[in-house]
Every structure is written in structure tokens, then in C-alpha cells.
């Protein structure tokens, strides 16, 4: 069970992958083709449902054209 704390970070990181992904005019499904990660699962992330792993947050950063330390900055 994530505690109330940990929910807010993924809410906080999800928003800030939405607002990237949307400054770049990407849809769900162009980055998750960008980083070979499925567009559902994009969705979760970006909803704050769904702890990601450390091969997800490169693959975003990859799918986004960031490096990882600006994609982490949220």
C-alpha cells in the first residue's frame, strides 16, 4: 500500500509528465511508441496510479528527448 506521502509524489511527477508531453504536442500514444512503453500505462503515470520503475523513468526521458535529471525535476 502506497502511504499518502508516496501518492503525492506520483501525483506531482504524473502532472509534470503530462505537462512535458504536452509542451513537446505529443499524445499518449506518440510518446509511448517514443519509449516503447505501453500508452496505458503512460496514462497511470501520468494519473499518479502507478509507481514506476527506474527502465520507465529512462525510457520517458528517452520518449521525451530529456535527460533523466529534467524529467525528475517536478
Same mark, same amino acid.
Given at each position: 500500500?502506497?502511504?499518502?506521502?508516496?501518492?503525492?509524489?506520483?501525483?506531482?511527477?504524473? $502532472?509534470?509528465?503530462?505537462?512535458?508531453?504536452?509542451?513537446?504536442?505529443? @499524445? !499518449?500514444?506518440? %510518446? +509511448?511508441?517514443?519509449?516503447?512503453?505501453?500508452?496505458?500505462?503512460?496514462? $497511470?503515470?501520468?494519473?499518479?496510479?502507478?509507481?514506476?520503475?527506474?527502465? @520507465? !523513468?529512462?525510457? %520517458? +526521458?528517452?520518449?521525451?528527448?530529456?535527460?533523466?535529471?529534467?524529467?525528475?525535476?517536478?
Amino acid at each position: 500500500m502506497v502511504s499518502e506521502a508516496h501518492k503525492d509524489i506520483l501525483i506531482r511527477f504524473g $502532472k509534470h509528465l503530462e505537462s512535458l508531453r504536452k509542451k513537446q504536442n505529443l @499524445s !499518449l500514444r506518440k %510518446l +509511448a511508441l517514443n519509449c516503447n512503453i505501453d500508452h496505458a500505462d503512460v496514462k $497511470k503515470y501520468e494519473n499518479g496510479e502507478f509507481n514506476l520503475t527506474l527502465i @520507465s !523513468l529512462t525510457e %520517458l +526521458a528517452k520518449g521525451l528527448g530529456l535527460p533523466l535529471k529534467e524529467l525528475m525535476e517536478f
